[in-house]
């Protein structure tokens, strides 16, 4: 199965705006790549503030899209990002998770 990406680099830094925004603006455009296999989204670094809601995010997308892998990472720069969509494609079992390099 392929590994689709749904880059939302446009976040408010706010974690309650992030989300709002995130549900608002890219749920519907991501969920339109499920389509193409599994799914990982990518989303800019966010503070710990930011976790949980990244986390639920993750955890019921790959409830509503099984058997369809889905995946949420958050990386500083194009190198630790695709070292984690490298990562992912690889690891077959991993789904639901929310993985966010330390910068």
């Known amino acids: 199965m392929t590994q689709a990406e749904y880059n939302a680099s446009d976040l408010p ?3 309650l705006e992030a989300s709002a925004h995130f549900y608002a603006q890219h749920l519907g455009p991501a ?11 990518i989303l800019p670094p ?12 993750a ?5 509503e899209c099984a058997p369809a892998r889905v995946n949420v990472i958050a990386a500083g720069d194009e190198s630790q990002k695709d070292k984690l969509l490298r ?5 077959k079992g991993v789904t639901g998770q929310y993985c966010q390099t330390n910068d």
């Not at 966010?46 to 639920?56: I, K, L, M, P, Y």
């Open 59 to 63: 955890r019921d997308l790959a409830r």
């Open 31 to 41: 969920l339109a790549k499920r389509g193409e296999g599994d799914l990982v989204i």
């Open 13 to 15: 830094a706010n974690a």
């Open 87 to 91: 990562y992912l494609a690889d690891a």
């Open 46 to 57: 966010g503070g710990h503030e930011h976790t949980d809601w990244r986390q639920a995010l």
